[in-house]
């Protein structure tokens, strides 16, 4: 199985930076997207940022310009660089991968275990 651990998270200011990083462990066969999901308290749970195999990217609106995804492939590692941090930014923020451990299992998403991010004003 895969295992997904974020670290990064914390207290910022608004306006500051954070960046979150997501290892991977476990049986990996293949990894198609990476993505980074968040969770205010109240609201539903969110697409952030997205990355795929051939590194694409997609962010919502509310990010873009001020996120940055990437990936490692070589170390299966997910990252979001965050500036220009806001208050309402404030929320859990989990990585996703949609993969596969090992050959002919089917493509399923593995979630981390989410790391806080919480922006004052």
């Known amino acids: 199985q895969v295992q997904l651990v974020e670290s990064g998270g914390g207290l910022v200011q608004a306006g500051g930076s954070l960046r979150l990083s997501c290892a991977a462990s476990g049986s990996i066969f293949s990894i198609n997207s990476m993505d980074w999901y968040r969770q205010a308290p109240g609201k539903q749970r969110e697409l952030v940022a997205a990355?795929?195999?051939?590194?694409?990217?997609n962010y919502a609106d509310s990010v873009k310009g001020r996120f940055t995804i990437s990936r490692d492939n070589a170390q299966n590692t997910l990252y979001l660089q965050m500036n220009s941090l806001k208050p309402e930014d404030t929320a859990v923020y989990y990585c996703?991968?949609?993969?596969?451990?090992?050959?002919?299992?089917?493509?399923?998403?593995?979630w981390g275990q989410g790391t806080q991010v919480t922006v004052s004003s």
């Open positions: 990355i795929t195999s051939g590194s694409s990217t």
């Open positions: 996703a991968y949609m993969a596969t451990p090992a050959w002919g299992t089917p493509l399923r998403y593995y």
